[in-house]
């Protein structure tokens, strides 16, 4: 298991942008595919985004394509999730996750790892 801190969230308005930040412990953040996740008000925990171990394959949900982008720098022990054209749906804790493994996964389950969590809010 693997500790990781998420930071980036806050309020914006519909439209703008917020770049998340997940930062992990260690020195073998490379073996892990990572992933982020979130949770809404009443709203069971989907899927968001994950990323290989290389970062040569990502994954999102169909309602996060084409306007955010996953991204891991292996030297910074980090994983970024950049949000643009934010809509009030996006409205969540977001968590990153950790899974040991080769492959990603948009299985909760698999990953076992995860963060506390931050909170993005985006205003209509």
């Known amino acids: 298991q693997v500790q990781l801190v998420e930071s980036g969230g806050g309020l914006v308005q519909a439209g703008g942008s917020l770049r998340l930040s997940c930062e992990a412990s260690?020195?073998?953040?490379?073996?892990?595919?990572m992933g982020w996740f979130r949770q809404g008000p009443g709203k069971d925990r989907e899927f968001v985004a994950a990323?290989?171990?290389?970062?040569?394959?990502?994954s999102y949900v169909a309602s996060a394509k084409g306007r955010f982008t996953i991204s891991r720098d292996n030297a910074k022990n980090a994983v970024y999730l950049q949000m643009n054209s934010l809509k009030p749906e996006d409205t969540a804790v977001y968590y990153c996750?950790?899974?040991?493994?080769?492959?990603?996964?948009?299985?909760?389950?698999?990953?076992?790892?995860w963060g506390l969590g931050t909170q993005v809010t985006v205003s209509s």
């Open positions: 996750a950790a899974r040991n493994g080769l492959w990603v996964s948009q299985v909760w389950a698999d990953f076992g790892s």
């Open positions: 260690g020195r073998t953040f490379s073996s892990y595919v």
């Open positions: 990323i290989t171990r290389s970062g040569g394959t990502t």
